[in-house]
């Protein structure tokens, strides 16, 4: 699976959009990128993934370049709850393992 | 409600002293893993299961046993615990379909102290 990239901390004041950015510029033909976040030592929980076109579901919204080689989740009215850390997955259609990095951890402050 | 249940949630052990965590599923997913996370390493994953009876080593394998003799459990069993396994837990399980690819869904943890 391709290796990803993404700053190791963020802040984004609550009710403003957070912009997730995710690097993974060795990304290939079949592989999708995932996101997931772990808030405070919970089980991981699934947001979104997305192949090459734009992707929005009821927790946010996924922007993959048009070249694939970057991606950005976007939290559109943070929220203190969702505070934690967000993890970019690249992985290859079908094959079911997940590897984490280190992830952002996004902090949303009043 | 879909859910991956695991249980204990905390478990203070003593060395050798065999246990158990067990793992449970309500979605009928093939796919079952676990994980543990320790500071500044991330989560690594220790065995996972495609389907029943067929089990496969992840990354961190050493020191650990599963087995998958139904489709809604998937037990990690540490049969002499060491304090180098003190760590936090975790299962999932995911629809595996070789061809399409489904979220996966993580259990709450097993917080799991060997001394």
């Known amino acids: 699976d391709a290796k990803t990239t993404q700053p190791p901390s963020m802040d984004c004041a609550e009710g403003r959009a957070a912009n997730l950015p995710c690097n993974h510029s060795?990304?290939?033909?079949?592989?999708?990128v995932y996101w997931y976040r772990q808030i405070h030592s919970q089980g991981p929980q699934y947001i979104i993934h997305?192949?090459?076109n734009n992707e929005t579901n009821e927790m946010a919204s996924l922007i993959i370049t048009e070249d694939r080689k970057s991606s950005t989740l976007i939290l559109p009215h943070a929220t203190l709850r969702d505070t934690a850390v967000y993890y970019c997955?690249?992985?290859?259609?079908?094959?079911?393992?997940?590897?984490f990095g280190k992830g952002t951890m996004l902090l949303v402050s009043p | 409600e879909a859910q991956v249940t695991q249980n204990p949630r905390y478990l203070i052990t003593v060395t050798g002293k065999k246990l158990t965590v067990t793992c449970s599923q309500n979605?009928?997913?093939?796919?079952m893993s676990w994980y543990r996370q320790d500071p500044g390493l991330g989560l690594r994953q220790i065995y996972y299961?495609?389907?029943?009876?067929?089990?496969d080593k992840g990354d961190v394998p050493e020191g650990y046993k599963v087995s998958r003799k139904e489709k809604r459990n998937f037990p990690l069993i540490l049969e002499s615990p060491s304090p180098n396994q003190t760590s936090l837990y975790f299962c999932?399980?995911?629809?595996?379909?070789?061809?399409?690819?489904?979220?996966?869904?993580f259990g709450q943890g097993t917080r799991l102290t060997v001394v």
């Open positions: 999932a399980s995911s629809q595996y379909t070789g061809g399409s690819n489904t979220e996966a869904f």
């Open positions: 060795t990304i290939s033909g079949n592989e999708y």
């Open positions: 997305g192949l090459k």
């Open positions: 997955i690249v992985r290859v259609s079908g094959y079911s393992t997940l590897t």
């Open positions: 979605m009928n997913h093939e796919y």
């Open positions: 299961s495609m389907n029943v009876e067929v089990t």
